[in-house]
C-alpha cells in the first residue's frame, strides 16, 4: 500500500514492509476568490475549490468555472506542470466573461443583422441607382476609333497644329454639362457666378482643383468612378466621333451653342440647344469644359492622358468656348490653358463628367 506524508510542500514517500522506499505522488492545491468553483485538469472534472487533489505527474491545463447566470460565468485558466513528490499551489482569482451559448446567440444576432442589412442593400438598389443618376447626371456611351486631331481647317492658332492622327478607346461622356443644382447637392454650396440662371443651368467659376473635391465626394456617394475627360476624348466627342467639324456638332453655330453673339452675356439651362451627333449638348459655348490634360506639346499620348502635374506653372486645357466668346473662341479645335487657373477659378469655366467603360 502507498501512502506519503506532507513535509513543507514536499511529499515524502513512507517505507515499505519489504523495505524498499515509495515513490511520492504528485499533489496539486487549489484556492480561489469564489467558493465551490468547479475544477478540471484538461476539461476532466477534478472537484471543487479549494481543495487538495493528488492527479498524476504530467503537464495539464487547469480550468477553474463558477456559473453566475445564463449569460456569463467566472473563469480562471493556467498551463500548469505537476511533478511527483512535489505539491504544486495555485491562488487563483477568476475573472468574468460571456458564456458559450451566450456568445453564440451574440454571433447568430450579429449574423443575421448582417443578412438584414444585406438584404435591404439590395432592396435599396434601384433608388440608390436613380439617386445617383441623378447626382451625375445621363451619360452617352462613346464608341472608340481614331481621328485627326487639331486644326483640320488651317485657320488655328499654332497650339492647334499640326494636325495628327489620335486613337481613343471607348468612354462615356455626360450628356450634359454638370449643374448648378448637381454641384449643391455633392458640395453644399454653389460657386456660380450666373446663381440667378436656376438649378439647371451649368455650373461656373469652379477651378480645377474645386471640380477634383467635387469628383471626390460624387465618387463616394454613388460608388462609381467619375473624372474629367481627357482633351483626345473632348474634341473626339465634341467633333461627333472624331469628323471635320468647325463647331461641336456642325457649322451652324447659333443652333448649337450658347455664345457672345446670342447669350446676353449670361449663361443658359444646359440642353437648350441643338445636340451634336452623339447627342451631347452644349459641347460648344455655355460654358468652357475642363478637361484633365496639361498644355504640352501636342502628341496623342499627352492628349489621351491625364496630367498627373500639379505645380504652380503647370495648366489643363479648358476646351468649347463659352457664353462670353466670339464664334473663333468656340472652334472645336481651340485650346484655351490658364496658367494657375488650378487654383483660382473664372467665372465662365465648367465641367462635364466622363466615365470608363
Not at 506542470?81 to 475573472?95: F, N, R, Y
Not at 478607346?169 to 458640395?187: C, D, I, N, P, S
Not at 492628349?303 to 463659352?322: D, K, P, V
Amino acid at each position: 500500500m502507498r501512502r506519503s506524508l506532507t513535509v513543507l510542500g514536499t511529499l515524502l514517500p513512507l517505507a515499505l514492509a519489504d523495505g524498499r522506499s515509495a515513490r511520492a505522488a504528485s499533489g496539486l492545491m487549489v484556492r480561489c476568490d469564489i467558493s465551490g468553483a468547479q475544477v478540471t485538469l484538461n476539461g476532466s472534472p477534478l472537484g471543487t475549490c479549494p481543495g487538495k487533489f493528488t492527479p498524476p505527474a504530467g503537464r495539464y491545463t487547469l480550468g477553474i468555472q463558477q456559473g453566475i447566470d445564463a449569460d456569463s460565468e467566472w473563469v480562471y485558466a493556467k498551463e500548469i506542470v505537476l511533478t511527483d513528490g512535489e505539491i504544486t499551489k495555485i491562488e487563483a482569482t477568476l475573472t468574468k466573461r460571456p458564456t458559450a451559448a451566450f456568445a453564440e446567440r451574440q454571433r447568430l444576432a450579429a449574423e443575421e443583422k448582417r443578412q438584414a442589412q444585406l438584404r435591404r442593400y439590395e432592396e435599396e438598389r434601384p433608388a440608390r441607382a436613380q439617386w445617383a443618376e441623378r447626382l451625375s447626371g445621363e451619360f452617352v456611351t462613346i464608341k472608340g476609333g481614331c481621328f485627326r486631331m487639331g486644326d483640320v481647317f488651317g485657320d488655328g492658332g499654332d497650339n492647334e497644329r499640326p494636325v495628327h492622327k489620335v486613337c481613343v478607346k471607348g468612354f462615356k461622356l455626360a450628356k450634359y454639362e454638370v449643374t448648378q443644382w448637381q454641384w449643391r447637392q455633392v458640395m453644399g454650396s454653389n460657386p456660380a457666378f450666373s446663381q440667378y440662371c436656376g438649378d439647371d443651368c451649368p455650373v461656373e467659376q469652379v477651378s480645377f482643383d474645386d471640380i477634383q473635391a467635387f469628383i471626390a465626394k460624387l465618387n463616394a456617394q454613388t460608388g462609381l468612378t467619375y473624372r474629367l475627360p481627357n482633351e483626345a476624348e473632348w474634341e473626339y466627342a465634341c467633333r461627333s466621333g472624331g469628323k471635320d467639324q468647325c463647331y461641336c456638332g456642325g457649322d451652324d453655330l447659333g443652333a448649337l451653342a450658347w455664345y457672345g453673339d446670342n447669350s446676353g452675356r449670361k449663361s443658359h439651362p444646359v440642353g437648350a440647344k441643338q445636340a451634336n451627333g452623339l447627342g451631347l449638348y452644349d459641347m460648344s459655348g455655355n460654358v468652357r469644359e475642363w478637361t484633365c490634360s496639361a498644355d504640352q506639346e501636342r502628341t496623342a499620348d499627352s492628349e489621351n492622358t491625364c496630367s498627373g502635374n500639379h505645380e504652380a506653372t503647370a495648366g489643363r486645357m479648358l476646351r468649347g468656348g463659352s457664353w462670353g466668346d466670339d464664334a473663333w473662341l468656340t472652334r472645336a479645335w481651340l485650346r484655351v490653358d490658364y496658367v494657375g487657373a488650378l487654383v483660382v477659378p473664372k467665372k465662365e469655366e465648367g465641367m462635364r463628367l466622363a466615365q470608363d467603360l
